[in-house]
């Protein structure tokens, strides 16, 4: 099922409704991001260093968190736009938590928390909304995804985390 079709079956509506211009420097970007591997493991610090914006202005589009398998899937659109470029540019994306030990979801403090939303991340927890945890294995590390439709936290702690882009 096609992207906006899916969105749309999901009572979301679609925000873009005609793709965004392509400019000479997207091009540039785009054959850039193109050298790197399919997957990339890395550290959660490592993922905000390799993205031009982090997770800065990325929109979650999905969770899915495997009980079974021990790990959380967010998938992403990531902004990959660079300065002085004016225009938001977008690649889908995942991170995916592996060795999970806990996934804290905050209740949403906003009535439509549904949808694509823009997101932000951190290592630690949140200084805005710290809350109380289980304790944190030694080789773990804990995050936090801020969704910005809903007002409130996503809170992981894992043992790794890989970063994949959806080519």
Known sequence: MREEQR????????????????TLAWR????????????IRVTFQEVERILPNGLHDAELVRVDIDYEGCRAI??????V???????????RGRLIFSGIEFVVVDPPAAKRAFGVSMIDGGDGQPATSPCSLPELPQDCFLCWIFVDRANSFIRVAART???????
């Open 7 to 22: 969105q749309c079956h999901l009572g979301v509506r679609p925000t873009r409704t005609k793709p965004p211009r392509v």
């Open 28 to 39: 540039v970007i785009s054959r850039e991001l193109r050298k790197l591997p399919h997957e």
């Open 81 to 91: 736009s660079r300065y002085p470029d004016t225009e938001d540019h977008y690649r």
């Open 161 to 167: 985390v890989t970063h994949q882009w959806d080519d």
């Open 74 to 79: 967010f998938e992403v659109n990531l902004d």
